[in-house]
């Protein structure tokens, strides 16, 4: 319509042309709790399946130990950086607990636990933070993308596998983790809007555990929650306490359900602390107080979880006493690995570049070699017989 | 007298964007893994009409109108061709491609060296590219030297309606991302092609000779190809007889070929349109130096593009390498010593 065809309409006038814009979903029942959804510490935790709280609690404890050890390898020098979820065990294990083995995880460089809790190897999830190698495992055997290390990238991804798998007829979901920071992201907001439009098959999961690095996240965003986000995607916000394993395992199971069942997208945001620093090249004590960090030891997952087995009576001190040591053998046998040096051959820095190694390629692939030849030959060289 | 059947077979003027469509018809009747998506490539056809038909003919699964989002399109590229599709993604613009600079760098170019050869990534990111069209602002960017610098990208660029055809079909077939620029000034430029029997062309790596000559050799690539072969004609007034090499692929570079060339001819200019300080033809001039400098009569010289953001388009033919200057150049090349 032209501007005189308007003027024409408000002169004789003639009904308004409908706008070509209509709403497409109504945005109320998109929008999340006010609270943090709980099952722990709540009349509802009484309904709790006994062998799903006995089997969160041993996987935490597990995972505590795991977060333990690697962050006692970082002090040793095997490992060069740890990022560790200490105080966010909940949400990593939880979240891995509820998909299928057909489903695929999305981590970010913080979730080796999720990644663990999936069934992947100790040692291969930990190659990228040992140096050894960009990614330890093969993601289709266990489907699990590499851990990724810039921020929210790995989200659309996830929504282009889930999308393919779902054009292929298969009834895959796609579980994407992120962390608060990764919310500020322009890819956070292209993958939700591509997946909200393609109604993909996935689940994006924000463990907002308060800090980017030591930015908190009042000065992150100003939404009312990072969960609140959903309703412009025109996807369902969920808010659940992050610390909660129950609560998380059954926030998380739902929306896998509904993502199977060709319902959508859903955005969930599981409020949790980090207790630990942003990895050990960090200073917490910087940016949050101690008084702080101390105030959320009384809301540790551990403890939700003993204090319900207790109540509940499915644990005494022996059961306790037995994932402990459960937990112990694992760091025994995940500490003997990482104190093997990695046996690493230099030639692997070509080969995977390309299907077929350029020119370029052969032609720097034969320098380093003769490099090796001529170090090997040296006496006393690094490398070389003694 | 023709009969029907021979018409129908028969070489006809095509146009290079007739040929990437065709290409992409093809591939996605051979391989149903393969899929097109970008914003506007539906229902439109594309802003250049490329993939007109595609949505029709294979449905809107497998030509899809994405949101306007181009590291969600690429980044959803990524994750597709992980679950084994080989998706075909449409730029529509050079500079429009740079959202996506982060997921081709830090993803596409390199998840199967990073998962040690476990997740090759078959992605074609279509981007048409260079000036000339009177495009306005972040409408004519020449981007190649940024692709060119990332390892595990093959960067390829057709020159020829054959090439063009040719080349996308090997780019959608390869295991690796191609980032396939396709110079939008050609689009229009035609040539007897037979879309029913398209001719093979050489595979991806491999520069051809597109005129012989003895006195000196024109290093040339997608867009200034037609301007070297004009240069070369005009040449032979001057005395000169030009060759020029059409390099087809900037990544994988074919040295041996150029090096040959140049070796026969001892004389070497390399012509492109994007800027010089930084750009290809830094790299090309010293390659070529590194494997010819006893056979080199003069230094190799570089016929660019200013260094300077892309001009207005009114403007734009001071800035884009011409007959002219090309000619300039070659008459510098130290003919008297």
Known sequence: MTVMEQRDTRRTGAPTPPPAWQPRTDPAPLLPDAEPYRVLGTDAAAQTDPELLRRLYAEVVRGRRYNAQATALTKQGRLAVYPST???????????????????????????????????????????????????????????????????????????????????????????????????????????????????????????????????????????????????????????????????????????????????????????????????????????????????????????????????????????????????????????????DPVLDPMDLFTDVYAEQTSQLREQAAQLRAELDAEAETPGAEGSPA | MTTVAEKATAAKPATMAQALGRALRDSMAADPAVHVMGEDVGTLGGVFRVTDGLAKEFGEDRCTDTPLAEAGILGAAVGMAMYGLR???????????????????????????????????????????????????????SSEAYYMATPGLTVVTPATVADAYGLLRQSIASDDPVVFLEPKRLYWAKDSWNPEQPVDVEPIGTAVVRRPGTSATLITYGPSLPVCLEAAEAARGEGWDLEVVDLRSLVPFDDATVAASVRRTGRAVVVHESGGFGGPGGEIAARVTERCFHHLQAPVLRVAGFDIPYPPPMLERHHLPGVDRVLDAVARLQWDQ
């Open chain 2, 87 to 141: 998706p075909v993604v449409e730029m529509q613009f050079d500079a429009f491609a740079y959202p996506a600079f982060e997921q081709l760098i830090s993803h596409v170019a390199r998840m199967r060296n990073r998962t040690r050869g476990a997740m090759p990534l078959p992605i074609t990111v279509r981007v048409p590219y260079g000036g000339g069209i009177g495009g306005v602002e972040h409408h004519s960017d």
């Open chain 1, 86 to 340: 200490t105080g966010q065990e909940a949400g990593e294990i939880a979240a891995a607990l509820a998909l299928e083995d057909r489903d695929w995880l999305f981590p970010s460089y913080r979730d080796t636990l999720a990644a663990v809790a999936r069934g992947l190897d100790p040692v291969q999830a930990l190659t990228l933070l040992r140096g050894d190698w960009h990614t330890g495992y093969d993601p289709h055997e266990h489907r699990i993308a590499p851990l990724c290390t810039p921020l929210a990238t790995q989200l659309p991804h996830a929504v282009g596998l889930a999308h393919a798998a779902r054009l292929k007829g298969d009834d895959v979901v796609a579980l994407a983790m992120v962390g608060d920071g990764g919310t500020s992201e322009g890819d956070f907001h292209e993958a939700l809007n591509f997946a909200a439009v393609w109604q993909a098959p996935v689940v994006f999961l924000v463990q907002n555990n308060g800090f980017a690095i030591s930015v908190p996240l009042a000065k992150q965003t100003a939404a009312p929650s990072l969960a609140h986000k959903a309703v412009g995607y025109g996807m369902p916000g969920r808010l659940v306490d992050g610390n909660d394993a129950v609560a998380m395992h059954e926030v998380l199971t739902e929306a896998v359900t509904r993502a199977r069942e060709g319902g959508g997208p859903t955005l969930i945001e599981a409020i949790t602390y980090r207790m630990d620093a942003h990895t050990n090249a960090d200073d917490a004590t910087r940016y949050r107080t101690d008084a702080e960090v101390e105030a959320w030891r009384d809301h540790d997952p551990i403890l939700l979880l003993e204090r319900e087995l207790t109540r509940r009576g499915l644990i005494d001190e022996a059961g306790i006493q037995a994932v402990r040591d459960d937990a112990e053998t694992m760091a025994a046998d995940l500490r003997a690995h990482m104190n093997q």
